[in-house]
């Protein structure tokens, strides 16, 4: 199932082709190069440095915030114009700066969290008894959160105390800012990087995707499905944040054909400092046909899911994306 | 008396045309033992077929069958549910 890919030592996880790059495209990126230099760090830093180069990172935080203005500036306007009482710009801008620390330490986290003995220390956990009593019923549950940046590191926290959690991931997400080169090149390794942290996965490229979160919640198990991509033939649009978006409605499917039980997730914070809420479990009308409970569910699943994200935007990976 | 072999492909394949609403004639002797080659199945339109069978015949698959390979065939299908309506599902 998995082949090396030259002598990188990374890994590409399952057999799903690349898309060729779009040719209108630069061929490298200041991105393609950040990557480089990332994944380059994450192979050649010895496993017990990473630490030292996280913090020696975070650092460098007042830095990463001041040169990051063109994403700052998009992250307040986005803000000011998702909520109905703006707040001030202050605020904002504290907001936007947060959001850039969280990112970042994100992406130290995933290095720290290659490895099998990386240490997650979590601060706080709540709801175990919602997670505790859905899986009693033995019809599995769907956690459904947003792409949290502090996900990861709470899903590896989880799997340490006894919750194995399923992930649904994209092999090849867009991003705008990628060139040729790190499309074809160093995205594959960036996945695979992923697929190391993560390790409990499946892909949406996968044909049997549905096929396994359904045998995982068929035996009683945890997938975690993130509601603010469109990994699925099933959209439903809905507005988030005051944007239309479209909503992955494949997952209903799921929670109608496995009788599982959904409960809202919201992971803040990063591998040194974690928190955990688990929310009780969404009220589910299983005699809906197929549609309505698709319609109906997805909104209360969403309505839990904006008031967190309007409580946490710094924490919401795709705040710059809405 | 228990339902034939050919009984169970003919509803798996009525299952079939219904779920991945096809234009096709579930009653064609010629439907092929490999659905995959009559109509591709994407992730969602495996789970449609997987509850329309569970619906057409009232048992629940053993999680531990869940692969593309086996439920695009026929043969192995039939087999499994026959077996499963034989053992009282």
């Known amino acids: 199932m998995h082949r090396k890919v030259g002598v990188s030592g990374y890994e590409i996880p399952g057999p799903f082709p690349y898309q060729q790059p779009d040719s209108s495209r630069p061929w490298v990126t200041v991105k393609d190069v950040l990557w480089g230099v990332y994944l380059f760090a994450g192979l050649c830093v010895p496993g017990k440095l990473l630490p030292y180069l996280a913090r020696a990172v975070s650092a460098l935080d007042p830095v990463a915030r001041l040169a990051a203005k063109p994403l700052r500036k998009e992250i307040v306007k986005n803000l000011s114009l998702s909520f109905a009482a703006a707040p001030s ?11 850039i620390s969280n990112a970042i330490r994100q992406k130290m986290d995933d290095l720290l969290l290659m490895y099998d003995d990386a240490k997650v220390r979590c601060l706080s956990f709540s709801g175990r008894e919602h997670l505790d009593s859905a899986l009693s019923a033995g019809k599995g549950v769907m956690l ?34 990628m060139g040729r080169v790190g499309h074809r090149s160093l995205q594959p390794r960036y996945v695979s990087l992923l697929h190391r942290v993560i390790r409990d996965e499946v892909y949406i490229q996968d044909r049997e995707c549905s096929l396994k979160i359904l045998q995982r919640l ?22 988030l944040l005051g ?12 929670v109608k054909i496995s009788g599982c039980a959904i409960l809202p997730k919201l992971a803040l914070g990063n591998a040194d400092s974690l928190e955990i809420r688990i929310g009780p479990p969404l009220a589910v009308d299983f005699a809906l046909p197929m549609e309505a409970f698709c319609e109906s569910h ?21 705040l710059t994306k809405l | 008396m228990p339902e034939e072999t050919p009984d169970i492909a003919r509803r798996i394949c009525l299952v079939f045309v219904r779920s991945l609403d096809l234009n096709l004639d579930p ?7 490999d659905l995959t080659s009559v109509a591709g199945m994407d992730s969602l339109a495996v789970l449609e077929f997987v509850a329309g069978l569970e619906d057409e015949f009232k048992l629940q698959f053993d999680p531990d069958m869940f692969g593309i390979e086996f439920f695009s065939d026929l043969n192995a299908l039939s087999g499994y549910i026959a077996e499963r309506i034989q053992q009282g599902r």
């Not at chain 1, 947003?146 to 867009?174: C, D, K």
């Not at chain 1, 944007?243 to 799921?254: C, K, N, V």
């Not at chain 1, 997805?298 to 795709?318: G, K, N, R």
């Open chain 1, 144 to 177: 459904v959160s947003l792409h949290w940046f502090a996900n990861r590191a709470s899903n590896r926290w989880l799997a340490s105390i006894g919750y194995p959690v399923m992930s649904v991931r994209n092999h090849e997400p867009p991003d705008r800012f």
């Open chain 1, 298 to 318: 997805l909104a209360s699943v969403m309505d839990v899911l904006e008031s967190m994200a309007i409580e946490y935007p710094d924490q919401w990976e795709l």
């Open chain 1, 89 to 99: 710009s202050v605020a904002l801008e504290n907001t936007a700066g947060r959001f």
């Open chain 1, 243 to 254: 944007r239309p978006r479209q909503i992955p409605a494949g997952s209903m499917h799921l």
């Open chain 2, 27 to 33: 009653d064609d002797q010629s439907f092929p033992a």
């Open chain 1, 218 to 239: 068929r035996k009683g198990g945890i997938v975690e499905i993130h509601m603010d991509v469109p990994y699925s033939r099933h959209l439903i649009t809905r507005s």
